[in-house]
């Protein structure tokens, strides 16, 4: 039975994490098993360098994923890395092309509709990354914590049927702090975006997935493949719809009428302000 695959204009994927043992990589595969784009945007976080400092975790699916886009790249999808704080060893190479993935700091992203993006990773917006060292990799290790929870958790639900559920997303959205330096860090971004005269900013960085308006700038953050499992793709008319893929569709091997269901589900175009 043939697959069906959705094809975008534009995806764009960051925080990945390869290297950490809380990265989704074989979810991701999957997703990419399913869509297709005329051009990808890397943004940011995509291989987790402070982490393969601290220990080499390298399994297969990481190999995979890197294998499966410089495949896409050979088949003339064009590919943009922007690198983020965790991989940012890459951005002593801008403009450098790796297998036909272009890396660049950043770009503009115009969409079909004309509509001008600003695309960047986004941690040059927290001040903790850019100021306080110490204080960011302290906090990436309690992170790895509520990680390890969430790996912990998701087993058992898994064994059980049940969808994947980030524990760590929704822990961060109870405290107060989290939430308030989620809004301050989109309401810089945006602001950066005035400044750059666009109508539009798509980012990574804080792991919170959404598509919102602030006063007509475009505010499109990704997410990320650790916890919410999410991307946005861009259509052939310039709308952007934020994805997720939280179901593991890998597993497998031949699917029923209902685990093609549950595929289905688990592939739909969320509202523009889910996250």
């Known amino acids: 039975m043939t697959e069906t695959v959705t094809r975008y204009r534009t995806l764009f994927i960051s925080d990945i994490h390869l290297g950490s043992k809380a990265a989704k990589a074989d979810y991701l595969i999957d997703f990419l098993r399913y869509h297709e784009a005329e051009q990808i945007i890397l943004v940011g976080d995509i291989i987790d360098g402070w982490r393969l400092r ?53 770009t503009i992203h115009e969409g079909a509709d004309g509509k001008r993006y600003l695309v960047l990773h986004g941690d040059e917006f927290d001040v903790i990354v850019r100021h306080a060292r110490i204080l960011a990799h302290l906090g990436d290790w309690a992170y790895d914590l509520a990680i390890f ?31 308030n330096f989620i809004g301050e ?50 259509d052939f008319d310039g709308k952007m719809h934020l994805l997720r893929w939280d179901h593991h569709i890998r597993l497998a091997p031949k699917r029923s009428g209902q685990e093609k269901a549950v595929a289905d589900r688990a592939a739909k175009r969320l509202p523009a302000r889910a996250a």
Do not use: M
């Open 54 to 106: 601290r220990s080499w975790n390298w399994p297969q699916d990481c190999n995979d994923v890197v294998q499966k886009l410089l495949r896409q790249a050979r088949k003339g999808t064009r590919i943009i890395y922007i690198p983020g704080n965790h991989d940012e060893f890459l951005r002593d190479f801008p403009g450098t092309h790796f297998g036909g993935i272009e890396v660049a700091l950043e």
């Open 185 to 234: 860090f989109q309401r810089v971004v945006v602001e950066e975006a005035r400044k750059r005269d666009v109508e539009g900013v798509i980012c990574g960085h804080i792991h919170h997935a959404t598509i919102e308006d602030f006063d007509g700038v475009s505010y499109i953050n990704t997410g990320d493949w650790v916890e919410s499992c999410t991307a946005v793709g861009e």
């Open 149 to 179: 929870v969430n790996r912990a958790l998701n087993s058992v639900r898994r064994r059980v049927g049940l969808p994947y559920w980030s524990f760590s997303a929704w822990a961060k959205l109870q405290v107060k702090q989290a939430v």
